[in-house]
C-alpha cells in the first residue's frame, strides 16, 4: 500500500510538468524546481520544450502562455508539499488539460518526440521507485 501511494506521487509529480522530459536536466532538485514562481516553471519548461522539440518562435510563445497558464493553476497545489498525494488526481486533471492545449501547437511529430521522452522520465521514476521498494525505502 506505501509503494503504491508513493507511486502515484510520483507519477503526480511527472504528470506536473506533463510532459515531464521538459524539466531542465536529469540533475534538477525536483523539490527546488517546484518551489520556483509559475513564470520561472513556465519559462524553464518553454525553454526545454524548444531544445528538445526544435519549437517554432510561433510555438514558443504559445507553449509559455500555456505553461505559465497552467503554472499558476498548480501553484496552490504545489505550496502545500505534505498533502501531495490528496490532490494529486487535481494535478492530473490540469496537466491532461494542458498536455491537450499542447497538442494544438505541436506537430504530429514534435508530439510523438515528446510522448518518447515523457515514457523515458516514467521509467527512470519506476526504476529508482523499485529500487527504494528493495532497499525498503532507505538509502543504504
Known amino acids: 500500500m506505501k509503494t503504491k501511494r508513493i507511486l502515484h506521487i510520483a507519477i503526480a509529480l511527472v504528470t506536473l510538468t506533463s510532459l515531464s522530459s521538459f524539466l531542465p536536466d536529469k540533475n534538477t532538485d525536483w523539490q527546488k524546481f517546484f518551489q520556483r514562481s509559475p513564470e520561472t516553471r513556465a519559462n524553464m519548461i518553454t525553454m526545454v520544450m524548444k531544445n528538445r522539440l526544435d519549437l517554432s518562435e510561433e510555438q514558443v510563445e504559445k507553449a509559455y ?3 505559465l497558464k497552467y503554472a499558476q493553476l498548480n501553484q496552490p497545489y504545489l505550496k502545500n508539499k505534505d498533502n501531495l498525494h490528496e ?6 486533471e490540469l496537466n491532461n488539460n494542458r498536455k491537450d492545449e499542447l497538442k494544438n501547437i505541436l506537430t504530429p511529430t514534435q508530439m510523438k518526440k515528446a510522448e518518447d521522452i515523457r515514457l523515458q522520465w516514467i521509467r527512470r521514476l519506476e526504476i529508482i521507485l523499485n529500487r527504494l521498494k528493495e532497499n525498503d525505502f532507505t538509502n543504504q
Open 65 to 67: 502562455r500555456i505553461n
Open 87 to 92: 490532490v494529486s488526481d487535481k494535478i492530473e
